[in-house]
Every structure is written in structure tokens, then in C-alpha cells.
């Protein structure tokens, strides 16, 4: 009778040989008679028909230190559920407004372009009595939070500056005694030295769209007119630079939509070399295909290029290169690598429990709840407006915790093939990352399935490597 199969995953990183355990949570090293042993023959683990003992003291000292456990999770139901009526009447620490659904500019890739099944650019428009009643829900449900945020969203908010500017003041005398923090993304070719100085007495933290030099920038991000934006942006950049750098220093940043199917390094070497962005903090991603109506290649150029720059992080963080020459569209990778190196090294787990869920979806509407112009709630900015299963209420009814639950519990669409996936305790799925065009919500879900466990590996891989290389977290 053949055993149940340990919850394993094994890999190799050079020349070595790993077994991921997935009940502990812990990367170990392993010699390679025994990774074949383990890839090849799981239900053997008794080894009847190995002569070499060898191999089966290397698994008997696994099993009696509590590795090669068989349990997986039995039942689907995320860890916060049961506080999700809490957290929802007390806890909601971000409210991000749509302050209009129109645009200055027509890029290519905007999810209100056109070119997708979930938004497309109108003329509507947030009330300040709208935006009120959002503020004062957002007052009323954070009881607990001595901090909270306010996010402004498009369209481009700049549209709507005066409301931007009222909705400010009404917050801070809405919610004294807590600590607002007011944030924004915008193109920026609407800004004014008027509008800095609000946003600089305010303490407010604009995000601009950048997405690399002009001949890169001006191919998506253009004006209505088809005349690219990329001149007046930095005009404005610059005006904020030179008129107030405090601001600039403190309350900066950018963000960068990589295309794909162009090359990477010229946008990574203008952001590197550019004197007036030195030093600012940039986030990037590439080109969002959720929704889309035509998938998006990634040319050969472009990956060999991004391959490389994260390489850079990888020599950085084995002290091989100073800090100061890590890319700088390359902060999100790092992150993702230090929260690897911190989970592999001081954390662990004694087992997985019976009930669970992977650690994709945040709390919906406490972390970022997102209402439109219409006062329609949702997690947040990034998921499909026309989807029923996004939807999670209104400011006149309030939030639909029972929608809301279904939304923490995506996993309970996937449960079976969840529980069986060696990635489980890594998977970051959320409602935002699923195509909703699809007539299969669950097909739609498996999709995404072997590109989370193929970056889950790599990033194992790169953590392995310089584990063998001396670096100590």
C-alpha cells in the first residue's frame, strides 16, 4: 500500500539540490541521492526497495524533525473572517475616491481606454455631497485607526482640483484628532504652482505617471490632441524642484508602466541618469493584461534586459556592488526577495492548521476601499467596476459584509486545487489579479496557477543561491 505523499517541493539552484517543506515553511538543502529519491519515488519513503541506508537515515532524521508531513489544509476560511465585522465598522483605514471617470490624456494602455472589458472613460464626475458622505463613512469606520488615508483617483484627479481641495479641508475638520495622510496619482500636465501649494500645506503625496524618456513616454501617454505629454511633465517636475524642494524631496514619487513587447534598459537608464530624478523613489509595473481585450507579448529584448537589472540586486544584496548601483525599477523584486530571507530565517510554522487561506487577498475594504462616482464600493481602485463579485456595497447601504467575506475567501472557488499546491503558503491571488471576461470565474482563477508557482521557485531559487554564497540576513 503505497503512502500518502509528503507536501513537498523540490527544486535545484545551481548545483545544489532543495526540498521545500510546506507544513514548516522551511527551504532546506538536501543531498542530491536524496532529492531523486524524493522527485522521482514520494510514495517510496520507506525505501524497501533502496539498499542504500544511507538515504534512509538522511529521511528518517527528516521525518523525526518534524519535516515530510502529509497534512494539508482541509477547509478553506481566511484566518481574519471572523473579525471582518470588526475591522469593517472600525478599522477602515483608507478610503480612495473616483473623483471623475474622465482624462486630459488618452493612453494606450489605460484601463479606460477601450482596450479593456472592466472601464472605459466618461464624463461623470464625484459631487463634493458625494465625496462628503465619503469622508464622513470613512470618520465613522475608523474608530480604532489614530492614523488614516485619503486617496484622490481618475480619470485624472487634476480635473477636479477645487473638489480635491474641499474634500481636504473637509477631512481634516471631519476627522480631528487623527492623522490624515492625503495621496493622489496623476499625469501631471495639469499641475500648477497654485496647486503645489495646497498639496505642499496639506502635506499632500502626489505619485507621477512616468514612464521613461520622451520617445518612450510620448508612444502611450498623449494628449487628446495625439501630442505627447512628456515635455509639459517635466516642465512641471521641474517647477516643483526648483520652486519647492522640500515638497519634492518629502512628497514625490513616480510610478512607470513598462511595455513589454519594448526594451527595458532605456527606461531603467533614463530614470538612472537623470539628474532631476535623482534620489526620487519610483515604484513600477508592466502593462496591466487583467481584462484585456488582446494579450500582450514580452519580447526577448525586454526580458534579457529586466533578467540582468535583477541580477544587479542579486550582486548588491551579496555586497559584490553598492547599493547605490540597484535599479531603480527594481525596488519591488528586492522587496519581495527580503520578505523571503526574513520569512526563511526567523520565522516557520509547526504544521499547516485545518483551516486556512493563501495570503492573497487583504481584508476588502478596511486596507483600501474604493468608492466611484457613484458612491459604489469596492476593495479597491484596481478590480473590475462591471464584475458582480466585486461589487461590495454603497455609501447609502453601507458594506455588503456578507459580499465583503466572499471576497476575503476567494480561495473557497479553487479550494481543491489550493490545497494541494505546494505554493499555498505563497500565493498573493486577489480578486484584482482575475480576468473577469471570462464566463468561468474558476477557470479564470487555475489560469494564473503555474505562473504564481513558477515565481514563487524562482524567487526560492535566488534566496538558495545567495544563502550558498555567504550572505547572512
Not at 470618520?139 to 492614523?147: I, P
Not at 479564470?444 to 521557485?457: A, F, M, T
Request: aromatic residues 10%; glycine residues 6%; charged residues 30%.
Amino acid at each position: 500500500m503505497k503512502q500518502e505523499r509528503p507536501f513537498i517541493h523540490t527544486f535545484t539552484a545551481g548545483d545544489n539540490c532543495y526540498l521545500y517543506d510546506v507544513n514548516t515553511d522551511k527551504i532546506l538543502h538536501i543531498p542530491e541521492k536524496v532529492y531523486q529519491c524524493l522527485k522521482n519515488d514520494p510514495d517510496e519513503l520507506e525505501l524497501e526497495k533502496n539498499p542504500e541506508h544511507e538515504i534512509k537515515d538522511y529521511i528518517s532524521k527528516l521525518k523525526s524533525s518534524g519535516f515530510l508531513k502529509t497534512t494539508k489544509v482541509k477547509e478553506t476560511e481566511h484566518p481574519e473572517t471572523r473579525f471582518l465585522s470588526s475591522y469593517l465598522d472600525s478599522k477602515i483605514t483608507t478610503l480612495i475616491l473616483q473623483v471623475t471617470q474622465n482624462c486630459n490624456l488618452r493612453c494606450d494602455y489605460c484601463v479606460y481606454s477601450g482596450s479593456y472589458h472592466n472601464r472605459v472613460h466618461s464624463n461623470k464626475r464625484m459631487s463634493f455631497e458625494m465625496a462628503r458622505k465619503g469622508i464622513d463613512f470613512l470618520a465613522e469606520h475608523s474608530g480604532d485607526c489614530d492614523n488614516i488615508y485619503l486617496g484622490f483617483y481618475g480619470g485624472e484627479p487634476l480635473l477636479e482640483f477645487e473638489l480635491i481641495h474641499r474634500c481636504i479641508k473637509y477631512a481634516n475638520e471631519r476627522c480631528k484628532g487623527k492623522k490624515i495622510y492625503f495621496n493622489l496619482t496623476t499625469n501631471g500636465t495639469m499641475l500648477t504652482r497654485e496647486m503645489v501649494r495646497v498639496f505642499e500645506k496639506y502635506d499632500v503625496h502626489p505619485m507621477f505617471s512616468l514612464d521613461g524618456p520622451k520617445e518612450v513616454h510620448d508612444m502611450s501617454r498623449k494628449f487628446i490632441s495625439n501630442k505627447g505629454s512628456f515635455e509639459k511633465l517635466i516642465e512641471n517636475i521641474r517647477m516643483i524642484k526648483d520652486e519647492f524642494p522640500g515638497f519634492f524631496k518629502d512628497n514625490v514619487s513616480f510610478n512607470t508602466v513598462l511595455n513589454p513587447e519594448r526594451s527595458y534598459s532605456c527606461v531603467s537608464d533614463f530614470i538612472s541618469g537623470e539628474e532631476l530624478l535623482k534620489d526620487s523613489p519610483f515604484s513600477s509595473g508592466i502593462i496591466n493584461s487583467v481584462n484585456a481585450k488582446e494579450a500582450r507579448g514580452v519580447s526577448e529584448q525586454f526580458a534579457a534586459e529586466e533578467q540582468y537589472e535583477y541580477f544587479l540586486v542579486l550582486l548588491e544584496k551579496a555586497g559584490e556592488i553598492s547599493e547605490d548601483r540597484t535599479p531603480p525599477l527594481e525596488a519591488a523584486e528586492s522587496v519581495q526577495l527580503d520578505q523571503i530571507r526574513y520569512r526563511k530565517n526567523l520565522e516557520g510554522l509547526s504544521g499547516l492548521p485545518e483551516k486556512c487561506h493563501h495570503a492573497g487577498p487583504c481584508i476588502p475594504g478596511s486596507f483600501r476601499l474604493f468608492m466611484n462616482v457613484d458612491g459604489d464600493f469596492y476593495p479597491c481602485e484596481r478590480v473590475c467596476e462591471n464584475a458582480d463579485i466585486t461589487k461590495m456595497g454603497n455609501i447609502k447601504d453601507g458594506i455588503d459584509l456578507e459580499q465583503a467575506e466572499r471576497i476575503l475567501n476567494l480561495e473557497r472557488i479553487t479550494e481543491e486545487a489550493c490545497h494541494g499546491c505546494w505554493a499555498y503558503n505563497y500565493c498573493q491571488l486577489c480578486i484584482a489579479d482575475i480576468d473577469l471576461s471570462d464566463d468561468e470565474l474558476k477557470t479564470s482563477i487555475l489560469k494564473r496557477c503555474p505562473g504564481i508557482r513558477e515565481g514563487v521557485e524562482e524567487k526560492f531559487k535566488d534566496y538558495c543561491i545567495l544563502k550558498e554564497y555567504g550572505f547572512q540576513y
